[in-house]
């Protein structure tokens, strides 16, 4: 696998996003495929694998990953973040967001940070998170506060690289006047442009880019045709059924493309996005062991410069149907 940096931190250019393996996510699922799936992420070369607290009920997606690295861990870039699973009797703030739930809670106070580490360390079974994100912005803490509290935890040898999800580019610039920031994570894909703002920032500054969510979703696979139950997509705009059957009638010439180059529709998104800037990598999830591999097969595939552009102009033909999570 190739690799690229965050900051300093070195990781493979495609990484696995473990959200999906969790029930309640693109409906249920039970803990022995989704081991499946890591192993096979892992064994592939898809070793930068990101989670957080707050996927699945009382931890269940740290604990899964966990026991996935059991043995293997010296391998492994392990991500995680906090700040959405927030402790009983805590306060919350409200972060509007776009699907049909209408807001995330969030506490990223800084007395909390170390609290959620050790319960995120205990979950991983390890004394160390090499990538540890701030999930969300809290609207009620300066993002400042927040950061300071996680230079404490690089201190004190908790996390070895500060990450941030989901913030601007002020939050950005702000955040890494206290502490070095390694990576930003945010939605990216043909589905979602990044903010110029926040990817010139992250130039500037050195930080690299985690694109979240780099196949829409699921989306960009062109295999989604409706959803069943249990999916949590249900809450996302972009799958109402009206909206998934336009999108999939407009994102028809790059599915067209994916054919004439021999290679996937999804493996077209992620090749795409690891040409946009050289610190950008991607965390793509899947329960399925032949698609996880050839997601990670994608890090291998150069995009003849024809191919970017027509890309560029297909996707610049129509505005998507329906909102994204941000």
């Known amino acids: 696998m190739k690799t690229r ?32 799936a890591l192993r096979t992420a892992l064994d592939a070369g898809g070793t930068h694998v990101d ?11 740290e604990r899964l990953v966990g026991r996935a690295i059991k043995g293997r861990r010296d391998e492994v870039v392990v991500a995680t973040k906090f700040g959405l699973a927030i402790p009983e009797s805590e306060p919350s703030r409200s972060h509007p967001v776009g699907y049909a739930f209408n807001e995330l809670r969030v506490n990223a106070e800084p007395r909390l940070v170390r609290r959620y580490a050790e319960r995120s360390l205990r979950n991983l079974g390890t004394d160390v998170i090499d990538l540890y994100y701030a999930h969300y912005p809290d609207p009620g803490v300066p993002i400042e506060e927040t950061v300071g509290a996680m230079a404490g935890l690089v201190r004190d040898g908790l996390i070895r690289h500060v990450g941030l999800s989901n913030v601007t580019a002020a939050q950005l610039r702000a955040a890494h006047a206290v502490h070095p920031v390694s990576a930003v994570q945010n939605e990216w894909s043909m589905w979602r442009h990044v903010d110029p ?23 960009l696979t062109g295999t989604v045709r409706s959803l069943g139950e249990g999916d949590f997509r249900h809450n996302a ?8 059957a336009s999108n999939n009638d407009r994102y028809a010439p790059i599915r067209a493309m994916a054919a004439r180059l021999g290679i996937t529709p999804a493996q077209l998104a992620l090749a795409w996005l690891l040409h946009q800037d050289e610190h950008v990598v991607t965390i793509p999830g899947s329960r399925t ?15 003849h410069p024809d191919t970017l ?11 998507v149907s329906g909102g994204t999570l941000l």
Request: hydrophobic letters at 45%; glycine letters at 12%.
């Open 309 to 319: 552009d027509a890309i560029g102009k297909a996707l610049a033909a129509f505005e």
């Open 5 to 36: 940096t965050l900051g300093n931190l070195q990781v493979p250019a495609i990484g696995f996003g473990a959200m999906v393996l969790s029930p309640g996510v693109y409906g249920d699922i039970d803990d022995e495929r989704a081991e499946t």
């Open 289 to 303: 062991p032949s698609h996880i591999e050839e997601n990670l097969a994608a890090a291998d595939l150069t995009l």
């Open 51 to 61: 989670t957080s607290d707050a996927y699945g009920a009382d931890g269940h997606n």
């Open 237 to 244: 705009p972009r799958f109402d059924a009206v909206n998934l």
């Open 197 to 219: 703002g926040l990817l010139a920032t992250a130039r500037e500054l050195g930080v690299g880019v985690v694109a979240w969510s780099p196949l829409g979703s699921g989306f």
